[in-house]
């Protein structure tokens, strides 16, 4: 949990952050994704909400518990590292299967993929 707490803290609050962001309207359009405007795609974006929220509370879950002893972080360990990459994976096939290669919106995005797949394995190792 060592270094997984900090993947989760910077995973956790980014999406916490991120949604606040988007509440608020507070990045310059020059930053939005591509077609933010429309209907379409803010009902797209806002499909990540309750996922990304699902993956803040499991990974912030799983801190707290670890923080008391209490084995049950793994499991939620377990939930939020897979709902991440599947949210990572989400956005990418969209973003792919769109033709729009934006390196601001896919780097975020592959990380998201990506990381869990090195704590996972020891992970399922110590269920």
Same mark, same amino acid.
């Given at each position: 949990?060592? !270094?997984? @707490? #900090?993947?989760?803290?910077?995973?956790? /609050? $980014?999406? *916490?952050?991120?949604?606040?962001?988007?509440? /608020?309207?507070?990045?310059?359009?020059?930053?939005?994704? +591509?077609? #933010?405007?429309?209907?379409?795609?803010?009902?797209? +974006?806002?499909?990540?909400?309750?996922? &990304?929220?699902? *993956?803040? $509370?499991? $990974?912030?879950?799983? *801190?707290?518990?670890?923080?008391?002893? +209490? @084995? &049950?972080?793994?499991?939620?360990?377990?939930?939020?590292?897979?709902?991440?990459?599947?949210? $990572?994976? !989400?956005? *990418?096939? #969209?973003?792919?299967?769109?033709? &729009?290669?934006?390196?601001?919106?896919? /780097?975020? +995005?592959?990380?998201?993929?990506? #990381?869990?797949?090195?704590?996972?394995?020891? /992970?399922? @190792?110590?269920?």
């Amino acid at each position: 949990m060592k !270094q997984l @707490r #900090y993947f989760f803290l910077i995973t956790d /609050l $980014g999406f *916490i952050a991120y949604w606040l962001i988007t509440i /608020l309207h507070l990045l310059p359009a020059e930053y939005l994704y +591509n077609n #933010y405007q429309s209907p379409v795609m803010v009902s797209w +974006n806002w499909s990540f909400f309750p996922l &990304d929220m699902l *993956i803040s $509370g499991s $990974g912030l879950l799983s *801190i707290a518990l670890h923080q008391k002893n +209490n @084995r &049950d972080w793994k499991k939620w360990a377990l939930v939020s590292l897979i709902l991440t990459s599947v949210s $990572g994976l !989400q956005a *990418i096939s #969209y973003w792919a299967l769109s033709g &729009d290669v934006d390196l601001t919106w896919w /780097l975020p +995005n592959l990380f998201l993929l990506c #990381y869990p797949f090195f704590f996972l394995p020891k /992970l399922f @190792r110590t269920l």
